[in-house]
T-cell receptor, first 115, second 110 residues
């Protein structure tokens, strides 16, 4: 499968714990995005990277959230001191800067449940 | 502000009929409008998109129309089939990111 992959697919954690998710984009894509999706809603933008540079962060991304893309390939999203309101599907997407740079392709998501 | 409204929230059609989903956006600077299909428990899949320099685009049974003056765009599915049943999301670009509508649950009854 050469599409966007995410791990883990499911994560159950207790309130107050830290969690980390990983996203592997399509190999030639240099833009990587994180979105959050709650039940019955469309994905909401969290942040994006152009290569290893994090260029935009949503106001939704509190200081408990941090994302990295150290070598411009895979990315990690960490949530510290999780809260029940963090329960959601975390989606990663990637795109190629250039002629078709608008097209974003999504991974299967990581479903986080905070108990 | 950045906002995309999508209607209707649910849509039931008989197999073979057409389905139309409509979206409006707020920022006239938006220039890219994709549509995604999401089946239960699966990733959103890009099914068709349109850029601001085009008024209509068609791909087999699906088509998208764009009215930049009114800030409206629509998805049209003809000859619907049971496998078209899913949640459909419209989105509008705001610089690099996408802002999504709340989704339309489409049910195709056979």
């Amino acid at each position: 499968d050469t599409g966007v992959s995410q791990n883990p697919r499911h994560k159950i954690t207790k309130r107050g714990q830290n969690v980390t998710f990983r996203c592997d984009p399509i190999s030639e894509h240099n833009r990587l995005y994180w979105y959050r999706q709650t039940l019955g809603q469309g994905p909401e933008f969290l942040t994006y990277f152009q290569n290893e540079a994090q260029l935009e962060k949503s106001r939704l991304l509190s200081d408990r959230f941090s994302a990295e893309r150290p070598k411009g390939s895979f990315s990690t999203l960490e949530i510290q001191r999780t809260e029940q309101g963090d329960s959601a599907m975390y989606l990663c997407a990637s795109s190629l800067d250039g002629g078709r740079s608008y097209e974003q392709y999504f991974g299967p998501g990581t479903r986080l449940t905070v108990t | 502000g950045e906002n995309v409204e999508q209607h209707p929230s649910t849509l039931s059609v008989q197999e073979g009929d057409s389905a139309v989903i409509k979206c409006t956006y707020s920022d006239s600077a938006s220039n890219y409008f994709p549509w995604y299909k999401q089946e239960l428990g699966k990733r959103p899949q890009l099914i068709i998109d349109i850029r601001s320099n085009v008024g209509e685009k068609k791909d087999q049974r699906i088509a998208v129309t764009l009215n930049k003056t009114a800030k409206h765009f629509s998805l049209h599915i003809t000859e619907t089939q049971p496998e078209d049943s899913a949640v459909y999301f419209c989105a509008a670009s705001y610089w690099v990111k996408l802002v999504f509508g709340a989704g339309t649950i489409l049910r195709v009854k056979s």
